[in-house]
């Protein structure tokens, strides 16, 4: 059994709170928030301690996971005590708020040794299945060109309006990470960044409300993701330009379309609950040694094109990786 | 009644024979084309004259307006002599192949005080002209954020293979610039201009067959291009943001799906032809001086916009607009 402790127990906290009560191999232990609300909340509805501390939670034998679902700028400080503790974590995305903070925790979580899972739950989304399918065949060959898009209004501001400052909650990254991280998935890492973007407007942010980052893949691959807070006509799809083929895939109508080696399909895929499934692979990374879809290095790796994207739009030209 | 004659008899300038033909007001004095055949079916068709010889033509007082319908490496060759005789212009896209023949065509074109339309008939589609009808009500308010895409197979390569290489066609340009032309349409001028290309399978060409345009506007709007001639699904579309709502189109199924100020509605424009509407623009241009949709200046800046996207795949870097 998977002892897990969640720290930050908002609207993310909850729903993974709910997924790991629903795996027979892990336990959830006890909750973290600074919150009294949430902390008598956690009790009542699932009968599990909650700390008053958050060493308290780190000195718990029986917490082998901590899954951080604090806001993006808390995240650093709270993976790093788990990890300086020798508890394995999960870690809600982005990784991190800033970049500095991503640097300082790679060195930790490098030096502990602990297993380190990002929330990247879009990988677990039934499209990103049937990509990843399709793209472990084989068949489509190599990569040329990706686009990707998130775009729709402003996500709701949350608990303490931390969503509102940058330096908080990663800018409008904060949700487009997910496709930033698609993006390696789909073509590999990233040589080169460039991006334009601007607050258009929502003066209530501090941060671009529609951005474009045209990433040069290492591999040669062109990747470009469009990401907006103000569009008014919601839309969350991709299109994967392979030698043999091309995939067509809208995440609203979960569809996946593809023509390849001549042949042309459309598919629907199973609906699953994709946050389950990413717990499952959490617990069964800490059970069997298993990787996961997404370890620190992707939430890594993903903060990197990010801060490069938000450094090309701040200075005009084209940025090389790595940055350290 | 206005003359036209057809330089270049392939099948565009065929297209336009169909058009010019069916306008009350225009008459097709005659062709000229270097193919004795292409000569033979002009006089067949449609009872014209062929001349022997481009200056033949042009020296014909019939003839108030050349039509060119070259390859695009012949196109400043042609129209430097139409504009020297003093014959008014229609140019079929891309302008130039070449980013000095635009250059000099200015200059030709400027001194000479014709009348010079640019062949974007991609501005009378059905669905760029709804799109345009929503724009001129002034309701979407600022534009923020612009992608359009041009993605399928490789277009046929034409007599002569000119379609090959990139200084006798203007590369992926030669059809991108319709998107080219579109994005300056949707948003005006562009200020800045990077670009990722490569040519990834074609081995026929000399030229990108993958291409992504991220462009800065003079009104800071976002524009996104991607172009691809070996996408197996073939997608041509759009997608525009701004400040009070968000439109989505189309070309495949021609429709158009607009949310403004919280109305949500979707048109599949009535079907029209475009060639003929544009040559109904042009022979009006010539009688009664109203201008059409793309004049030189049209051209000129869709074909800096691209001379810009090869310079930054080129070099790597972010391109500052005007070029010259």
Redesign the interface.
């Known amino acids: 059994m998977v002892g897990l402790a969640i720290v930050g127990f908002g609207s993310i906290g909850r729903e993974h709170a709910s997924s790991i009560v629903k795996l027979s191999e892990a336990e959830l232990v006890g909750v973290y928030d600074v919150s009294y609300e949430a902390r008598r909340f956690a009790r009542e509805k699932y009968g599990v301690k909650s700390y008053g501390k958050l060493e308290e939670l780190l000195r718990d034998p029986s917490v082998d996971g901590v899954v951080v679902c604090t806001p993006p700028y808390i995240h650093a400080e709270v993976c790093s005590k788990a990890a300086q503790a020798g508890k394995h974590v999960f870690c809600e995305k982005p990784l991190t708020a800033s970049w500095d903070d991503a640097l300082k925790l790679r060195d930790v979580v490098r030096s502990s040794g602990i297993k380190f899972m990002t929330g990247f739950v879009l990988r677990y989304f039934p499209v990103y299945v049937e990509v990843e399918k399709l793209l472990s065949t084989g068949k489509l060959g190599?990569v040329?060109?990706v686009?990707l898009?998130d775009?729709g209004g402003l996500y709701p501001l949350g608990a303490g309006d931390f969503r509102r400052f940058k330096r908080l909650n990663a800018g409008i990254g904060e949700q487009l990470i997910h496709e930033v991280d698609a993006l390696r998935f789909l073509a590999g890492d990233a040589a080169?960044v460039?991006a334009?973007?601007?607050r258009?407007?929502h003066e209530v942010l501090d941060y671009e409300d529609?951005?474009?980052i045209?990433a040069?893949m290492e591999n040669?691959a062109?990747g470009?993701i469009?990401g907006?807070l103000?569009?008014?006509?919601y839309?969350r799809d991709g299109?994967l330009?392979c030698?043999n083929?091309?995939?067509?895939f809208d995440l609203r109508n979960s569809t996946v379309?593809?023509?390849?080696d001549g042949e042309?399909f459309k598919v629907k895929p199973e609906r699953n609950n994709p946050f389950l499934d990413e717990m499952r692979d959490f617990v069964s990374w800490l059970k069997t040694g298993k990787k996961p879809k997404a370890t620190f290095e992707d939430g890594f790796k993903a903060q990197e094109i990010l801060e490069a994207a938000y450094r090309s739009i701040e200075e005009?030209?084209?940025v090389i990786l790595p940055l350290s």
């Open positions: 190599k040329y060109s686009l898009t775009a080169k460039y334009r973007g601007g258009f407007k529609n951005i474009v045209l040069t040669g062109i470009t469009l907006s103000t569009a008014k006509l839309r299109y330009i030698e083929g091309t995939v067509a379309e593809a023509r390849i042309e005009s030209r084209e």
